[in-house]
């Protein structure tokens, strides 16, 4: 090697990223310890961006174009350096590039499930998985405050802080939308683009946004879902003796499309007999009655009398018919008498009940002297 082709490989020339990943944010120029020649080359693409740091410091930084690196086009680096005009000696920095196009490649989901009070279903736990994307936007700042001097930041670098970030919003997100939980399938839109401008600000101290947020899906507990499972079913079913004629028809029609399987002739049979035994059973029902209308009430139960007459017990008596028997002359006030309720038999007289029936029979003639 002649002495001007070692000295040119200390000097570099041109200064370009060609980027065959898709997972780099940051990647650093690898200049070891070779020098940059003034008026050196630097390409700079569309989608990226170059940040000069000296010393630690970050100094200019370039948008898309190609540059010769003069100090007019380096007013920082010509400051922190003290370069007077027309300096033209090889120096040392570092140049990071910064890929600022959109990384769609995150994924995010809750690990653990989110809590919310459902207005149908009460107390309820979430989940929710999904995807989103990130884009530098202050390539200054990302290298400040999440990128330091890794020579190669990376996306698998930052997704899990991101995760979190978005765990920690997703609870307020589903609670403040106050939507029921069957119903928030019809706004994982609105709540995706509420999430992206809450992240994206969130992350403005970062250097980077959040430009899509996009909800694949969110789902309740298994056991919740089995339950609404066999609430649709029966919702479908409907009327179930309705359902299982249909079905019997239908096994009868499928046994009869099937006439070599003597199984299946005897099973279609018994469904078939079942179904219309359902179905007689169905048109014999009797119609109810309309129920009565409204009338009076029954007369009260009257007392019964029991008479003992000419040592028979005679009766039962109602109080009228007991009266013809006093007035007839068979029952006297020294008859003995007898109701349910009384203790024992007692002469018609002495029943202060029978005192009316008494009052117009006069009592027997004194004995004659």
């Not at 490649?105 to 207005?119: A, E, I, Y």
């Not at 179905?279 to 309309?290: D, E, F, G, R, T």
Request: hydrophobic letters at 40%.
């Amino acid at each position: 090697m002649g002495l001007v082709e070692k000295l040119r490989g200390e000097f570099i020339d041109i200064i370009e990223w060609l980027d065959d990943s898709r997972d780099t944010i940051v990647w650093r120029f690898p200049r070891y310890q070779n020098e940059i020649k003034m008026g050196a080359k630097l390409i700079v693409r569309e989608s990226q961006t170059a940040v000069f740091v000296n010393e630690g410091q970050v100094a200019d930084v370039f948008t898309p174009g190609t540059y010769t690196l003069q100090t007019q086009n380096m007013p920082i680096l010509t400051t922190l350096k003290g370069w007077k005009y027309g300096f033209d000696s090889p120096w040392k920095a570092e140049v990071y590039f910064v890929n600022t196009r959109q990384f769609t490649d995150f994924k995010w989901g809750t690990q653990n499930p989110v809590m919310m009070r459902d207005p149908e279903f009460g107390m309820v736990r979430l989940r929710a998985f999904g995807a989103y994307s990130l884009r530098v936007v202050d390539p200054a700042m990302l290298l400040r405050e999440l990128v330091g001097t890794d020579p190669q930041f990376r996306t698998e670098e930052v997704q899990e802080f991101l995760r979190q970030l978005i765990v920690g919003h997703l609870g307020s997100a589903l609670a403040t939308a106050q939507v029921p939980a069957l119903d928030l399938a019809a706004q994982q839109l609105v709540i995706g683009q509420k999430l992206a401008g809450v992240l994206t600000q969130e992350l403005t101290g970062y250097g980077v946004q959040i430009p899509k947020f996009i909800i694949e899906n969110i789902s309740l507990p298994p056991e919740v879902e089995q339950a609404i499972d066999k609430r649709t079913s029966m919702g479908v079913v409907g009327n179930l003796n309705a359902y299982t004629t249909f079905q019997a028809a239908n096994a009868m029609e499928d046994a009869a499309n099937n006439p070599g399987g003597g199984a299946g002739e005897g099973f279609g049979l018994g469904l078939g007999m079942a179904a219309g035994q359902r179905m007689a059973n169905a048109l014999n029902q009797p119609v109810s009655a309309p129920p009565p209308q409204a009338g009076p009430p029954p007369l009260p139960q009257q007392d019964q009398w029991f008479a003992g007459v000419n040592g028979q017990q005679a009766g039962p008596f109602d109080l009228d018919a007991l009266g013809a028997q006093v007035r007839s002359g068979a029952v006297a006030r020294t008859t003995l008498v007898w109701k349910n309720g009384m203790a024992q038999w007692t002469p018609a007289g002495q029943v202060a009940e029978l005192g009316a029936l008494f009052a117009a029979v006069p009592p027997p003639l004194p004995p004659q002297g």
